[in-house]
């Protein structure tokens, strides 16, 4: 596996790689992809094989023009719209898909989801290698990668290259909404929220997710207020102990000692992190996450740590 930089000539090695049908994990302003020829049926399922995913499990097309939307993807007068507001930006929408397609991309629907990433070395690479199918670049299940270090650590050798773009900006996967059904559904929230979403297409659907973001510890989320009591309560009973919390919350310094701690310093610094903090406290016994208003990307945080708890 190579670690390529974010430079014109590694994005050509890239691209050239792409096009042999190879697997290449790239930046967004989410978190990482592992990318591949989205229409190329045999890189696909090569993609599918290294992250162990279920077969009937779609993949996200991304795309760095409208032309290539127009290639795979019906385009509907609220997709236009959508289009307009939010794309290039944090939101995969789920269309009517065109033959072009390949089956195993749409998890043998007749629908695909596609989606512009703001992140201009993810842009670059797709002009240069044309539409890329990308899931984020972990292991069916886990905890999605926001630098290449961890992608490194995820996949190793099993895939082709990793182009290093630094942290990502915004932490949490895109906002998901199928504009296939009526009314539209979030199937994923994310930094675009359910109320940019509804001042679109008005109101939506938000469906629970299950599945994702595995840990080894017990998830805790709790009022700023109750983490020291239930963190000492922990580390009493002899558990290995870790917390996400806001910088404003002063830790007494005994317990800065036995607690593993990751700080944010507002909600959007904690999306940055949210992953990060999932896999750096992941594997100890007892992991407290902050809770924060369920507004704006607050909801996309809850909504994930809700699911982390409940796997
Ligand atoms: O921010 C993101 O969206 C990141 C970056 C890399 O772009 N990608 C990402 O991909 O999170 P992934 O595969 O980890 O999550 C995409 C979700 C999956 O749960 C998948 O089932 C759903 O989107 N999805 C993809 N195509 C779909 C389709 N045609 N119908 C329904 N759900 C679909
Ligand atoms: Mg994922």
Known sequence: MKV???DEESLREAAKIIKKGGLVAFPTETVYGLGCDG????AVKRLFEVKKRPANKPVTLHVSSISQIKKVAEINDVAKKLIDLFFPGPLTIILKKKDVVPPITAGGSDRVAVRMPACDVALK?????????????????????????????????EIDAIIDGGETKIG????????????????RTGAISVEEIESVVGEVEVVERK???????????????????????????GKKVGMCVSNKLSIPEELTKKVEVVTFRDVKDYSKKLFYAMRKLGNLDTVIFQKVEEKGVGKAIMDRLRESSSV
């Not at 595995?214 to 922990?234: G, N, Q, W």
Request: proline share 5%.
């Open 4 to 6: 390529l930089g974010t």
């Open 211 to 237: 599945g994702h973001y595995r840990m080894k510890a017990e998830v805790v989320i709790a009022e700023p207020e109750e983490i020291l009591k239930i963190a000492k309560v922990e580390v009493l009973k």
């Open 39 to 42: 229409l190329n049926e045999k």
């Open 172 to 187: 949490i996967e895109s906002t998901i909404l199928d504009l296939t059904v009526k009314p539209a559904k979030i199937l």
């Open 125 to 157: 690479l797709i002009d240069l290698s044309g539409i890329l199918a990308a899931p984020s670049a972990n292991k069916s299940g886990g905890i999605s990668p926001t630098s290449a270090k961890e992608v490194a650590e995820e996949f190793g050798s």
